[in-house]
């Protein structure tokens, strides 16, 4: 009885442990530890945010340009899922991962109260920087300077 029980626990530990921190709008999953020692951006953004949209053709450029060095998430701050999500990737022209959830509890952060606004982790994980406004690849270059 107590080798089922023993059995039954590490198989619960196992799966826990396993379980994705984020699953993005095209399905695929990981941990935020696993980007392997890249600086990691989180922007905010919102359809009805004009400095948002404004944003976005350079966020897709430097998530692009820095794809080896920079892991880009971007969050719905709606946090609307499915058809409507996609439809608004689309609209805006989005080419970066956005995330179906909020980071924000599990990375120790709290949830933006303006908008746009763009958290960058250093390749250790932790909080570097808070940027607030719309980022251009020159303000992003300078956040993550070495």
């Known amino acids: ?7 039954i626990l590490i198989a619960v530990l196992v799966t826990a442990c396993s379980e994705p921190d984020f699953t993005d709008h095209q399905g695929n999953s990981g941990k935020f530890d696993d980007l392997g020692g890249r600086w ?4 905010y953004w919102a359809t ?8 976005i053709p350079e966020l897709n450029q430097f998530s692009e340009a820095h794809a080896n060095d920079v892991a880009l998430f971007g969050v719905e701050f709606d946090q609307h899922q499915g058809e409507k999500l996609q439809n608004n990737i689309a609209k805006l022209g989005i080419e970066f991962p956005v995330l179906l959830d909020d980071p924000a509890p599990m990375l120790g952060i709290s949830k933006p109260l303006g908008l746009p606004t763009t958290f ?5 994980g932790e909080l570097h920087q808070v940027l607030k406004g ?13």
């Open 1 to 7: 009885m107590f080798f089922r029980i023993s059995l």
């Open 48 to 55: 009805w945010c004009k400095p948002c949209i404004e944003e």
């Open 120 to 124: 960058v982790f250093n390749r250790s």
């Open 40 to 43: 990691m951006i989180i922007n």
């Open 134 to 146: 719309p980022q251009t690849n020159e303000t992003l270059l300078a956040a993550i300077a070495d």
